[in-house]
């Protein structure tokens, strides 16, 4: 009797996977240490183009360092600044908000059980906290304010990465033999962000700044706030827009109620949900070279790997790895299955 062996692809793959496994829990248990590093490779590929640029100016390296640092220095410290100042105060009155936002659900069961509708007032009161949305929008904004705690060792490691990214194409060129593609893959990665960056930022503001405009004609407390959670949390892909949304939203029915609380209401999520969510998701698949469906998982899976950091590096991450399994003929089938959709003339070519 032949005895059967097992196929020869088999035993590899299982390996592969399994040191796939592996290698996602080792970073998921170093994600307290990693994060300072990704935030600020993140931010020197942001910034090296404007290095590049002064050096061009005939501006020594270290002085075109120092330059962009200081100006993105005080750009952290004045947003740190407002945002500080608006979660104190936003903080010190959030405990009437939150007893009027469960005045108000009692009254609508109320209302309900007037029409017949025989509501379990106590039951659902016990599973529902409408007090919940508020303290959810001061936990956001604590954990927003907890990303600067790193802030030092963010910016020094900055500087040594903006330092050293002028001979970093050299390196390339030495540890890889000149090799052509893998300059071309570095450009791609570098220009892809850029225009992720580029048309986040500029969604973004579009959004923070619709929102405080409206919130501030309708009469809705703490507008610069709501419009600040708008810019930042528009960052992260799609929820982001919606988490940004529930606090104001709340805040402006409870303060106004009746129809011009559901005006603002309604104002807010077409500015602040229908731009993120159906604008937005179109304009950034074509920008960045993924499909709109892999930046929504990109977005759940780096979440569950590095937290509400993990959410804002996701697209920066995702295409990373895009990009690395484009450089080989066996994996560049899944960096065409993370891409947007084939154009007709490549797919019958």
Do not use: H
Not at 102 to 118: I, P, S, T, V, Y
Not at 166 to 189: C, E, H, I, Q, Y
Not at 211 to 237: C, E, H, M, R, S
């Amino acid at each position: 009797m032949e005895r059967k062996e097992p196929k020869r692809g088999a035993v590899p793959s299982l390996l592969s996977m399994a040191a796939v496994v592996v290698v996602i829990a080792g970073v998921r248990e170093a994600a307290e240490l990693l994060i300072p590093f990704l935030l600020a490779i993140f931010i020197a590929v942001i910034c090296a183009p404007s290095v590049f640029w002064l050096q061009k100016k005939k501006i020594p390296r270290w002085a075109a360092v120092l330059l962009v640092v200081v100006v993105l220095w005080c750009g952290i410290l004045g947003l740190a600044t407002l945002l500080g100042s608006s979660v104190n105060n936003f903080t010190s009155a959030m405990p009437g908000y939150q007893a009027s936002l469960e005045q108000g659900f009692a009254k609508l069961l109320a209302w309900l059980n007037g029409f017949g509708l025989n509501v379990p007032t106590a039951s659902i009161q016990e599973q529902i906290d409408p007090g919940a949305a508020m303290r959810l929008a001061r936990g956001v904004l604590t954990s927003l304010g907890g990303v600067l705690t790193n802030t030092f060792l963010i910016m020094v490691t900055v500087i040594f990465i903006l330092l050293e990214a002028a001979s970093f194409p050299v390196k390339l060129r030495t540890a890889f033999g000149n090799s052509d593609t893998t300059m071309d893959a570095f450009g791609t990665f570098a220009g892809g962000i850029n225009k992720y960056l580029a048309i986040k930022s500029l969604m973004s503001l579009v959004t923070g700044v619709g929102v405080w405009i409206l919130l501030t004609l309708v009469g809705v407390d703490f507008p610069v706030l709501w419009g600040l959670l708008a810019f930042l949390l528009n960052y992260v892909p799609t929820i982001g827009s919606i988490i940004a949304a529930v606090p104001a939203v709340l805040l402006a029915l409870i303060q106004l109620g009746g129809a011009q609380g559901l005006g603002g209401a309604a104002g807010y999520l077409v500015i602040n949900i229908a731009i993120a969510n159906f604008v937005e998701p179109q304009m950034m698949g074509r920008g960045v070279g993924l499909s709109t469906l892999v930046v929504f998982l990109s977005l759940v899976f780096w979440g569950w790997v590095f937290g509400p950091i993990g959410m804002l590096l996701s697209v920066p991450l995702t295409m990373t790895a895009k990009i690395a399994l484009g450089t080989s003929e066996k994996s560049r089938w899944l960096a065409i299955m993370l891409g947007p959709e084939v154009p007709p003339e490549s797919a019958e070519s």
